[in-house]
């Protein structure tokens, strides 16, 4: 891999900046503080003035904020109960071992991306001087060359005899249901004990006509970048594949519940849109 060519993806920046953007302009509470990710990114002094860093983004950066503290919450509980690994599906600029040094360096952390993105974020750490700790794991992952991420992670060093959390936020919408249910397939397969927290997109129609329009503009932006959205699911159709896929226990958490928990004493109208992207949470 030449290093020099190596690039971030761009999906993953913009949403580093708004978990940023949050901090920096939202007033407290926080839904969760990220400045790291900005850091990595070293945008222009001007990032904030943006096009998709504008006021109609707000609504979908209240999902990204939710959907991570979520996760974040998730796996403190996990690790509370002796759970040792945590596996990031398409990790991008995610910052838990900087930010969580208290957790992190109590579990492996498995960080799964394509290789270019991987390697630039790797030599950021290094030159910004965060380091790559031994409990750090990097899991480049060629998809378009047809690697398959499981025997990439046991590769690794992860133990499949051992449960572990396993993350999938903002990336199914970019799978085909076959990619989708492969990838259930191979999680339910895992220790019993291992869940699976992924997010996923109701169908834009499901959206209130103000926030449609946004989801439709963002899906012009990715189908334009070569990466469209494939995949949407309503709750009980993402639970049937799970189920079927071998998960004994099938959750999922609405968009509404997500404003409810992290959103409810808010007086700035932050909170993410109903029926929008919602997390299933499946348990082997």
Known sequence: MNQERATPDQTAVR???WRALHVEV???PHVFEDRVGLVLAAPD???????DMGPFTRPFR?????????????????AEQGVQQYVILGAGLDTFVQRRPELATHMHVFEIDQPGPQAWKHQRLLELGFGVPPHLHFVPVDFEAGDRWWERLMAAGFDPV????????GVSMYLTRTAITTTLQHIASLAPGTTLVMSFMLPPGRLAP??????????EGARASGTPFISFFMPDEIMD????????????????ELAARYFADRTDGL?????????????V
């Open 162 to 169: 051992r449960p572990a959390v396993v993350a999938s936020t």
């Open 271 to 283: 909170r993410p849109p109903d029926n929008s992207e919602e997390l299933l949470v499946a348990t």
């Open 45 to 51: 002094a001007e990032w904030q003035s943006r096009p």
């Open 26 to 28: 939202d007033p407290l």
């Open 241 to 256: 594949l799970a189920r079927d896929a071998g998960f004994s226990t099938v959750g999922h958490v609405s968009a509404a």
């Open 62 to 78: 209240a999902s990204i904020l939710a959907r991570a503290r979520f996760v974040e919450d998730f796996v403190m509980k996990q």
């Open 210 to 219: 103000d926030i449609r329009i946004g989801v439709e503009r963002a899906m």
């Open 15 to 17: 949403t580093a900046l």
